[in-house]
């Protein structure tokens, strides 16, 4: 990414295994955020996204692959959204989930959570890891997205929380535990 203009310094709280399923939890600031989580984390996973992104040329020939498109306005969407994000965790295949839904327009503020990635490594045993991007909205605004500029992309990608203990009941508990490890993170860098 340095021939872009932006550097990527990435701090890992423990090493993750590549060939383990992980449900992956950024907080979302930009547009920058999927490419550069593509250079972060290891092994293979898929990202669940809005379906409006392979609208945007620029955007969309990168979410032309993109493996778990939502519409965000049809139940039905959504839902077979979450059964495919199941069924790639069943068969060992990691997602990548924004808990916020999509970029707030209070960055770098968090927004609520949704459910979803909560509910899913609950009812899959699968660990969520918390990710704090610090930096990229800086970089790349999310109103002004061709307008970017060169900076250093700070992110922190958190110890996984195994989900194992967790039942049905403490989906809103997971979701304060990774709320509040980014919001941490976040007043601790600064922003």
Known sequence: MISSGVIVKVIYETKLDPDKPYIYCPNHTSYLDVPLLRVVLPGYYHYMGKVELLKNFFFGIFFRTMDIPVDRSSIMSAHRAFVRA??????????????????????????????????????????????????????????????????VSRIIVHEPIDCTEFGKDDIERLSDMVYNKLNDTLKRYGN
């Not at 009812?123 to 500029?149: A, E, F, S």
């Open 86 to 151: 199941g069924e790639d965790l069943d068969k060992g295949v990691g997602v990548v989930m924004f808990p916020e839904g999509s970029i707030t327009d209070d960055v770098p503020n968090l927004s609520e959570f949704k459910p979803g990635p909560f509910r899913l490594a609950i009812k899959h045993n699968v660990p969520i890891v918390p990710i704090t991007i610090i930096d990229n909205w800086k970089i790349m605004p999310d109103n002004k997205p061709l307008q970017g500029r060169p900076g």
